[in-house]
C-alpha cells in the first residue's frame, strides 16, 4: 500500500515541513521555538531521506536518519543547556535580547 | 702546542668572562690578577708556540665551520705563521705589561690615605681583555672573514674603552701666552670621552666599509677567503683581472687608513687620549693601529702585484710621517704629543710597506709597540703623580722627583728620536734606507719627518722633566709611582734600549766584517720568500758605501734633532717663544693641527652627516615608517574593523537569514552550472 504513494509527496511533504521549520527559525523570537523548529527541519530531511531510502531499496538513508537523530538529541542537549544559562542571565529566551555580539 | 693555540684567545676570554659576571663581587686585587694573568698566560702560549714552529713555515689550525653555505665555506681556522706569530707575541707581551700596569693605575690612593679602585676597575679590565683577544682574533684568523671580525671587535674595544669616563665632560684647554704684548693663542676644547670614543668608532667605521668591500671583492674575484689559496691564485689572476686585484688592494688599504689612522681618517687618534692612559698605550703601541699594518704585511702577495696602489701606500704614510709630525712639534699636551707622534710613525710602517720592505715595517712596528708603550706608560705615571695634570706647559723638573720614570721615559725617547744604536734607529734607519733605493724624495720627506722627530720627542722631555718646576704646588706634591707601574716601566724601558737586536743591519754590519743575524727578517723569511719571487724587481743591496752614508744621515738627523731640542728648551729657552711670535701665523696653524677637525671634518662630513641623520631620522623613520607604514597599517585594520562591525547586528534571525542565503546561494551555483 505504501508503495502506491510516489516519492514526490514524500519530498513535497519533507519541503514543506523544512520551509515551515526555516521560517520559524527566521521569524520567531522565542529561542525555545526556534530550537523546535530546528528539530522540524531535521525531520524534514529525516522524511526524505527515508522516503528515498525506501524508494531505491538501499538501508543508507535509514543510516543517516539514525546519525542525524543522535546529533539532534546532541544538539538539544547542548543547546537546552545553553538556553537554561541564558536564561538564568538575562530572564528571558528572546532571541532579538541576546545581542551582545552586536558590533 | 701550536695546535694550543687558540689558547691564546681563549685564556683572556675567559679573564672576560670572570671579570665580567663576578668582577665587582671580587676584590680589586684579584681582578687585576685575573686580568693579568690570562694576557701573561696567552703569552706563554705564543712563545712555546714560537720555539715549537722554528722555521717550519706555517700550520693551520682548524677549529671549527662557521658557514657552509652552497659554495660559501668558511672556517674558523688560525693561522700560525711567523707573522702572525710576532704580532702575538708583541700584543700579548706589551699588553701584559700594561695590564701590570693599569692594575696600579687604575687605583687612586689620597696622600697616605687608602687606595680608591675606579669605581668601575672590572668593567676596565674586562674591556682590557677583550681588546686583547679581539685583536688575537684579528692576527691569529686564516682568512679574512675573520680577519674582519677581530677588525670590528677592535674597533668596539676601543669605542668602550677611549669612552670609558663617559661621563666626563669636555674640557677647555688654556690658551697659549705668547708673552707681553701679544694676543694669547686660543684653542679649540677637547672632545668629551664619550664623544671621543664616538669619534674613533665612526672614523674607523668609514674605512670599516672599504676594508668589507674589500673582502666582498675578493670572495667574487677568488671565490674563497682563506689566504693561502688566494695569495696562490693572486699572480695567475692579476693577469687576467689586474684592475680586481687593484682594486681589492686599494680597499683593504682604505680600511687600514683607518684603523692604523692614516690621512685623511688619523682625526680619530689624538682624540682616543681621552680614554685611560694605559688604553692610548693599548690602543696606540699594540694592538689597534697596529692592525692596518699587519693587514698589509699579511697582504703583501696582493700589494707587490699592484705596484700603483703599493706606491699610493708609501705616499701616504710619509705624508702622514711629516703632516702629524708638524703638529706634534708645538702640542702643548703630552699625551697628544705622543699621539700625533704614533700618527707619523705608523706613516713610516705604510712608507716601508708600500716601498715593499714588509720586514722593516714589521721590525719597526715591533720596535714601536715597545717605545710607544713606555712612553704612553711613562707619561701616565708623570700624570698619576700630578693629580691627572698633562699640560706640559704645567710640568718641569719631574726628574729629582720621579727617577725612574724620568730614566725609563728618556729610554723611549731615545727609542723615538733615534737615538744610535737603540731600537727606534735601527728600524727607522732600515725603512729610510729601503725607500732611499724606491724613491728619493720618499726618502727625503723621511728623514726630515726623523729630524723632527727627535725635536719634538726632546722638546717633551726637556719640558717635563728638566728646568724649573713651572707649578710649585704640583711639583712639590709629585711622587714616584708603586711597583706595577715602575715595574712595567723598567720592563719596557729594557725592551726599547735593546729592542734593536731584533734587527741589526746585517749588510753594513757585514760590510764591516762583522756577522749578525736580523732575526726578525730571518723568522719572517718563510711569510716573505715566496714574495720575493713575485716582485717586480728582485731585491736589489745598496753598496757598502751608500748604506753607510743613510745610516750616518740617520744618526746626524737624530741627533740634530735633539740638540736643536736642547738648545731650544735647555739653553736659549726664550728662542721657541720668539719663533712662535714672529712665525704666529704658521705657530697657531699648527696649535690648531691645521684646524683639520674644525674646519674641514666639521662643516663638511660631521654637519652634511648630522643634518642627513637628522632628515633621515625626521622624515624617513618617523614619517615614512612610523607615521605611514607603522601607524597606517594599524589605522587601515583598525577602520576596516569598525566599518565591518556594522554587518554583525546581534540578532540571530540576521546570522540564520545570511546562513540560509549563503547555502541557498552555494546549491543554486552547483545547480545552474
Known sequence: ?103 | MIQLIWLTIFLPIVGVVLNGIWGRRLGYQVVGAVASLAVLGAFMVGVIAAFQLGQTGAVVVPLWTWAAIGDFNVSVSLLVDPLSLLMVLVVTGVGFLIHVYATDYMVHRAENGPAHPDRDYARFFTFLNLFIASMLVLVLGDNYLLMYVGWELVGLCSYLLIGFWFDRPAQEQDPIDLGPGRPPVKLFPLLSPAASGLKAFIVNRIGDVGFALGVFLLWTTFGTLQFAPIFAEAPRVAQTMPAAITWIALLLFIGAVGKSAQIPLYVWLPDAMAGPTPVSALIHAATMVTAGVYMIARSHVLYTLSPGVSMLVAFIGAATALFAATIALVQVDLKRILAYSTVSQLGYMFLAAGVGAYTSAMFHLTTHAFFKALLFLGAGSVMHALHDVIDIRRMGGLKNKMKLTWLTFLAGGLALAGFPFISGFFSKDEILAKTYQASTALWLIGVLTAGLTAFYTFRAVFIVFYGRPRDQYLYDHAHESRWPITAALVMLAILALAGGILGLPAELLHGFGLDAPHFIANWLEPVYLAAEHTAAEPGHHLPFMVELSLFLISATVAIGGMFVAWIFYRVRPTIPQTLARNLRPIFVLLANKYYVDEKIYTPFVVKPGLKLAEAMAKGVDVLLLDRLLVDGTAKVIGRGGRWLSYLQSGYLRHYVLATFVGVLAVVSYFFLR
Open chain 1, 1 to 103: 500500500m505504501i508503495n502506491d504513494v510516489p516519492v514526490s509527496y514524500y519530498l513535497l511533504l519533507s519541503a514543506i515541513l523544512f520551509a515551515i521549520g526555516a521560517g520559524g527559525v527566521l521569524i520567531r523570537r522565542n529561542a525555545i521555538v526556534v530550537l523546535m523548529c530546528i528539530e522540524m527541519m531535521m525531520n524534514a530531511v529525516n522524511l526524505s531521506f527515508v522516503a528515498f531510502s525506501r524508494y531505491l531499496d538501499s538501508a543508507a538513508g535509514q543510516i543517516f536518519v539514525f546519525m542525524i537523530m543522535a546529533v539532534a538529541a546532541v544538539e538539544v542537549a547542548v543547546g537546552l543547556a545553553l538556553l537554561v544559562e541564558l536564561n538564568r542571565h538575562k530572564q528571558t529566551v528572546n532571541t532579538d535580547e541576546m545581542n551582545s555580539l552586536k558590533g
